[in-house]
């Protein structure tokens, strides 16, 4: 059963999916003109655990997400991503471009300062969130602000939902807009088959937070696009 609350990790070990794009269908149309103009959407595997789910959450995401015809889609793994826990002096939100990140970190800045929306996939370890995943977000500062990011939970009995909790307190301190609706995937190890949910109402809850994530997009995007947001 998958709650559809905003918000323990076992089952078999399951390969890097690396990343991956997935093109979506032609655009919307607008006022009888078609907006081919797509949001480019990064879906975070938070964890980098051995024997971790949650390349194969990100996967089933991502699919449901490259089907909602308003976005490009790219899987960010962080267990292909250099992320060291100790942190230069300077804070980021001060540094800007001339932050010191490591070369492997490159490719995961340049997802992030290029996309539009985030999904961020995470289990729940200890009533929280992964080490790797908050190191990823120290990491930068200006690349999630006025972004909009929804969450994916898995875990246990709870789902996850300590994860997401702490991850939107987290979230809203670097001036990104949270999606209220999510998904939370309680005792996922017995609910989920060859990839995908048993539960056939999964879909229609993935549908309501990316319609809603979509909808923030679009609004976000136009606003820092038309105004400078005032960090």
């Given at each position: ?77 962080l267990a292909d991503v250099d992320v060291p826990m100790t942190l230069p002096a300077i804070s ?5 471009d001339d932050y010191p990140r490591p070369a492997g970190m490159a490719a995961l800045t340049s ?116 105004v400078p947001y005032p960090v």
């Open positions: 059963m998958l709650r559809r609350t905003r918000r323990a990790e076992r089952g078999p070990v399951r390969a890097s999916l690396g990343t991956v794009w997935l093109r979506t269908a032609p655009g919307l149309i607008v006022d009888g003109m078609e907006n081919t103009r797509k949001y480019k959407l990064v879906v975070i595997i938070g964890s980098v655990r051995e024997g971790r789910f949650g390349p194969t959450v990100a996967s089933w995401v991502a699919e449901q997400a490259g089907t909602h015809n308003e976005f490009d889609v790219q899987i960010v793994d980021p939100k001060f540094a800007g997802a992030l300062e290029e996309a539009d929306a985030f999904i961020m996939v995470t289990p729940e370890y200890n009533h929280s969130y992964p080490a790797s995943l908050k190191a990823a977000i120290d990491w930068h500062f200006k690349q999630w602000t006025a972004k909009p990011v929804a969450f994916v939970s898995y875990g246990g009995g709870t789902g996850g939902r300590h994860a997401v909790l702490h991850l939107e307190n987290v979230l809203t301190e670097l001036h990104a807009v949270t999606i209220r609706d999510g998904l939370s995937i309680p005792n996922y190890f017995t609910t989920w088959q060859d990839g995908r949910p048993l539960d056939s109402t999964v879909e229609g809850y993935a549908k309501s937070m990316l319609d809603q994530l979509s909808w923030w997009t679009a609004a976000l995007r136009t606003a820092r696009e038309t």
